[in-house]
Each structure stands twice: as C-alpha cells, then as structure tokens.
C-alpha cells in the first residue's frame, strides 16, 4: 500500500470505474492508437478500458497498484498475449523506454502528480488521453487563465478536452465533471528539451517573486525592451500575463538575466 500526499487509503478508493463498453469504445475511436501502439494504462482498475486496449493496440503495458484488483484482473485478462501486468506504484516506477502512448482513467487524488511524471520524465508519451476532473483539465489547458502548471506544459505539448463525461457514465459517481483531456508531444517545440529544466526554474521563479522588484530575474527596462523588439504588447499592471510574453522573457533571461 503506497502512500500518496500524506494519505495511505488504497488508490482505488478514490477511483471513479468507467465500465461501459460502449462507453469506453466511443472514447478509444477519438484516439490514434492503433494495432502498432504500446499503449500505457494507469490505474487498470476492473479492466474494462484494458479489454477494450488490447482489442485496439499492438501491446498493453498496464499497471495497478491495488493488490486485490491486480489479483482479480490476472485472473480475468490471463489470455491476453499482449499485455504486461504489474502490480506496482506507477509513481515509482519507470516509464517505458521506446515509444508509447497513454490512455487512462487515472485516480482523480493523484491528477498532478501523474501528469508531472508523464511529462517532465525523459521519454515522455507521444501522446496521452487521461479521464480527470474539469477543473485540473482547465488548469492543464490554462484556461480561463494560464497557471504555472499550463506554462510549464505549452512549449512542449499541446493540450485540448476532447470529450465531457455525463457523472452517471461512472461507478461511483463522480461530485464534479469529469472530461478527456488529450495532452500530445509537439513535433517542434517552443523551447528545446535541453533547455526545460531552466526554463522550470524561470518559470517557477517569477511565479513566485514576480517579474519585477525583489528576487526578479529581470529588470523593468529588460522586460520593457525584449517584449518592445518582439513587437508583442507591453505587460499592463495587474494585468494577466500571456505565453507568448512569457517566452520572451524566459528567451530574454537567457540571454541577459542573472542566474538562479
């Protein structure tokens, strides 16, 4: 039993199960994976989404920390050829080596975390559809307002909801909306991978001490220029911060800024 944010409850306690096939057939047909994907689940839960993977990709690689339901889904998906169980924290496990994609109806307690390791690892998915609450989804997406979690997953994924759950589609069912989020690697990023570490770094900085007075990384008159020779508008007091002026001045600290 893994502890997760100071709580040692199993993880499926805080699972909402999808099991309708019909269901989970409409979700898969929104997807690209196919027959010549390895596909990651977390969370297999009952394995209803695991049966219906199996059917739809080359390899499954499923994980399932409970050990009751991890006993139960041996017993149920035993002639599946092309599947790897494992009993194990996906927190603390690796991730695969080669290419893969994620497709997960993940315990809603732990969104943040999963998404951090799937993203900030070093062989992140190509792409991964995650069932969550709306509200993480929004925050992922940065809407209605960027936060530091979206500014630090723009440069190198794109995200979208693609489908919006009805709660009665769950077992229990869920206290708020549930959505599809789709969270794809870019082909080009905005910023090289070599460089997503200080980026981080300038990004959680300035979020935290702000662009300007004491423990800014930048001056008035750095910001002022580098947003003015980008031609992008200048920064208004208050006023809310967009990406494209972030990359600027994360581009801008590179060049001119202190070091951390």
């Not at 994907?37 to 920390?65: F, M, P, Q, R, W």
């Not at 600027?248 to 951390?260: P, S, T, Y």
Request: with cysteine; proline share 5%; glycine share 6%.
């Amino acid at each position: 039993m893994s502890k997760y944010q100071g709580r040692s409850a199993p993880i499926s306690v805080s699972q909402n199960f999808l099991t309708s096939q019909k269901t989970i057939e409409r979700l898969l047909r929104l997807t690209d994976i196919g027959k010549n994907d390895t596909v990651l689940e977390i969370g297999a839960g009952k394995g209803h989404i695991t049966k219906a993977l199996l059917n739809k990709s080359g390899h499954v690689t499923a994980c399932e920390i409970d050990a009751k339901l991890f006993r139960m889904l041996k017993t149920k998906l035993a002639n599946g050829s092309n599947l790897s169980l494992h009993n194990v924290d996906f927190l603390e496990s690796a991730l695969p080596s080669s290419a893969y994609k994620v497709f997960s109806n993940i315990p809603f307690s732990i969104t943040t975390d999963i998404v951090r390791k799937l993203t900030q690892g070093s062989n992140p998915p190509q792409d991964a559809w995650l069932v969550m609450e709306k509200g993480a989804a929004k925050r992922f997406c940065g809407k209605p307002g960027d936060t530091l979690q979206s500014l630090l997953l723009k440069p190198f994924f794109d995200l979208s909801i693609v489908y919006h759950f009805r709660r009665e589609d769950f077992h229990p069912m869920p206290r708020t909306d549930v959505v599809l989020l789709r969270i794809s690697q870019r082909a080009h990023p905005d910023i090289p991978h070599i460089e997503q570490k200080s980026y981080h770094r300038f990004i959680t900085h300035s979020l935290r001490f702000g662009l300007s007075g004491k423990g800014a990384l930048l001056t008035r008159q750095q910001i002022r220029t580098a947003l003015s020779r980008a031609k992008l508008n200048p920064i208004q007091q208050g006023g809310e911060i967009l990406y494209i002026q972030w990359l600027c001045l994360f581009r801008c600290w590179q060049k001119h800024g202190q070091m951390l």
